[in-house]
């Protein structure tokens, strides 16, 4: 069976709380053998990165732009789109559940995709809207947690 493949969106530019989050977030996937998707670009995405591939994990960047060497640190498969925000709707596509922490209007635009596909979105610290998120959680590791869960209810949910 193929791992379970979660997304972390976010902020492009993240506090220090907020990025320490986003690398227990990232790390506690890594560990549990999940592909970390995100935007693969600084802040929330990169703190994911980092601590899902200090963790040895595997992280999916989808990027904006065309070029690979722009992808953050602890991107293990770069993937230029040269969509810039477009690529939005390819990193909820790409996953099976989703994680979002603080968030601005492109984080808004990830989870609103997120919904209309049906894909759990778990919000943590988050500053999305109320209804965007459909649950939120308190720490990094429960927010993680919960998102394996119900990528993993949806994969044994028939077709």
């Keep these: ?9 976010g902020s492009g530019v993240a506090t220090a709380r907020e990025a320490d989050l986003a690398r227990a977030a990232g790390a506690t996937l890594a560990r549990a053998g999940a592909i970390v998707v995100c935007g693969g670009m600084g ?9 899902a591939a200090a963790e040895g994990g595997t992280v999916v960047g989808i990027l904006p732009g065309s070029d ?8 293990t498969i770069p993937i230029p789109t040269g969509l810039g ?17 603080a968030g601005e209007w492109g984080t808004l635009s990830e989870a609103a995709f997120c ?3 049906g894909i759990p979105v778990i919000g943590l610290a988050s500053r999305l809207p109320e209804g965007v998120t459909d649950e939120t959680a308190d720490g990094a590791v429960e927010a993680a ?7 993993a209810g949806r994969r044994a949910r028939p077709a």
């Design 85 to 101: 925000e477009a690529r939005n709707v390819l990193v909820a596509r790409a996953s099976e559940a989703v994680v979002a922490i």
């Design 68 to 75: 690979a060497d722009g992808a953050a640190s602890g991107v």
């Design 115 to 117: 919904r209309k596909f």
């Design 145 to 151: 947690e919960r998102a394996l869960e119900l990528a």
């Design 43 to 51: 802040g929330v995405m990169q703190a994911a990165s980092e601590g």
């Design 1 to 9: 069976m193929r791992p379970l493949r979660i997304g972390i969106i």
